[in-house]
């Protein structure tokens, strides 16, 4: 499971369809899951930036991973990202 999206970092590089991966997830409580996204120009090649995001996490809901890329998808920056 990932994501697709053009992204441009910090430093100003732009990744046209760069991939985009949920790693790292714990489950901090029961109501709370953590996780980092990692972003490669190919899942070939090393990632090129990373993030650490928290979300509200369901019980009940489905799977945690699944709940952190519908989490994701729900920021600005990767609105209108495409699943792969």
């Known amino acids: 499971m990932a994501l697709k999206k ?4 910090v430093h100003g590089f ?3 369809d760069a991939y985009h991966r949920v790693e ?5 409580s029961k109501t709370l899951i953590a996780f980092h996204v990692r ?15 928290a979300a509200n996490y369901d019980l ?13 998808k729900t ?5 209108g990202a495409v699943d792969v």
């Open 24 to 28: 790292c997830l714990r489950l901090d």
């Open 6 to 9: 053009t992204i441009t970092s």
């Open 75 to 79: 920021t600005p920056e990767f609105a």
């Open 60 to 72: 009940n809901g489905e799977n945690p991973l699944a709940q952190a890329y519908a989490h994701l």
């Open 39 to 53: 972003s490669y120009v190919s899942p070939d090649k090393p990632f090129f930036t990373e993030q650490i995001l």
């Open 14 to 16: 732009t990744a046209t």
